[in-house]
């Protein structure tokens, strides 16, 4: 297929794909400019996309083997590939994060479709942490560099404890049902493209070697580089969209501004590497085995 069409939406980060029908198989060549356009501009939307679970799970295959639904999470009924990202199951996800990246390997890339958007709000911010990386003063650069930072699913993010109702705790307990913590680099280098990028995020917890207030400080900085208006993709959807966004150098944010309408999407996540840092390490496993969520990718 030769119809393909590629418009930027910013300068850092995002574009709309034209020409292209997911419904059908790629062939090899558009599946090689997708993969070319998703590294260069590391969020892309389709719409009008007609896919259903089965389509949206063949097209994501088109990137690599698929990861289950979520370590802890259920999937859709029926499909044990797909997340249900609902707003009425209360999956807040405003928070700015990295997909899963309490695991060893986090799937590489995230789809995103929509079924039901609500008629205002409900925008997902995609933020370009290759930018971020840039946007750093040479001296903070070369700190990142070095140091590494330990992802955990179990911490009080948004909500304390003690304020949660019934069916929020059930969804804590179950979101947390197994721990996982695991240190990757704070500067990952993108296996692909070379490129580096900030991996923190709201899973980021902890600085390897500092105290909760030293890292708290440190991650609040690098973070301030990452959520910069300029590197953020605000995507206002419509339904029947698909969003795909390379997870190995990309964070996200659902915004909460739709007064609890009804919004649902279905998410397919690709299985990822293990990360690695500037030096060439790889990420390391503290706690939580996630085999049966995830095969690890070469
Ligand atoms: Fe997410």
Do not use: C
Not at 140 to 164: C, F, G, K, S
Request: hydrophobic letters at 40%.
């Amino acid at each position: 297929m030769s119809g393909i069409e590629i418009r930027k939406i910013t300068a850092n980060i995002g574009a709309q794909v034209f020409g292209v029908d997911l419904t059908e198989p790629l062939d090899e060549k558009t599946a090689t400019a997708l993969r070319d356009a998703l590294n260069a501009h590391k969020a892309l939307v389709f719409s009008d996309v007609n896919l259903d679970d089965e389509g949206q799970q063949a097209f994501a295959r088109h990137f690599g083997e698929l990861t289950t639904a979520h370590p802890t999470v259920p999937a859709v009924d029926g499909a044990p590939n797909v997340l249900p990202v609902d707003s009425e199951g209360g999956r807040a996800a405003n928070h700015w994060h990295t997909d899963v990246t309490f695991v060893l390997n986090p799937p590489q890339a995230s789809t995103l479709r929509s079924l039901t958007i609500p008629p205002y709000g409900g925008e997902t911010l995609i933020a370009d942490s290759a930018a971020a990386y840039r946007d750093l003063p040479e001296p903070l650069r070369r700190l990142a560099d070095d140091l590494w930072a330990e992802h955990t699913n179990d911490y009080d993010y948004a909500v304390p404890e003690e304020t949660l109702d019934e069916e929020q705790a059930a969804r804590r307990a179950q979101f947390t049902s197994i721990t996982y913590r695991t240190a990757h680099p704070v500067v990952r280098v993108h296996p692909l493209t070379g490129e580096r990028g900030l991996f923190v995020g709201g899973f980021a917890q902890r600085i390897v070697g500092l105290s909760t207030g030293e890292s708290r400080k440190l991650l609040d900085l690098f973070q301030s580089y990452v959520t910069r208006p300029e590197n953020v993709l605000r995507h206002r959807w419509s339904e029947n969209q698909l969003v795909l966004f390379d997870n190995r150098i990309t964070q996200h944010y659902a915004v909460d501004n739709y007064d609890g309408l009804p919004r649902r999407l279905h998410r397919v996540t690709v299985a990822g590497d293990v990360p690695v840092g500037v030096e060439g390490k790889e990420s390391w496993s503290v706690e939580g085995d996630a085999s049966h969520y995830t095969a690890v990718a070469a």
